[in-house]
Nanobody, 114 residues
């Protein structure tokens, strides 16, 4: 059973930065395309970034140029560097495979104040 743990969220002012981490037990993240997802209150969960096992990345238009997804295979961790944060980035952020194959973790709350 794969368990993912997201961390690094917090409260930040607009224009600020945060780095989220996704750690997994029970699986090797480097074998999968991993995605970061977010869910704002009252909205559906959406994927905002992915990183393939070979390192190729893809981003939703809403975060392109501001967010960077990366991975450290030695630490079995995937990161999401978020810069130039906007109030509309406020959400709970989750990680999972690109096809959401695993059970969802608790997520990490990101709140951006204006």
């Amino acid at each position: 059973q794969v368990q993912v743990v997201e961390s690094g969220g917090g409260l930040v002012q607009a224009g600020g930065s945060l780095r989220l981490s996704c750690a997994a037990s029970g699986s090797t993240l480097s074998q999968y395309t991993i995605g970061w997802y977010r869910q704002a209150p009252g909205e559906e969960r959406v994927r905002v970034a992915t990183i393939a096992s070979r390192g190729y990345t893809n981003y939703a238009d809403s975060v392109k140029g501001r967010f960077t997804i990366s991975r450290d295979n030695a630490k079995n961790t995937v990161y999401l560097q978020m810069n130039s944060l906007k109030p509309e980035d406020t959400a709970v952020y989750y990680c999972n495979t690109a096809f959401a194959q695993w059970s969802w973790g608790q997520g990490t709350q990101v709140t951006v104040s204006s």
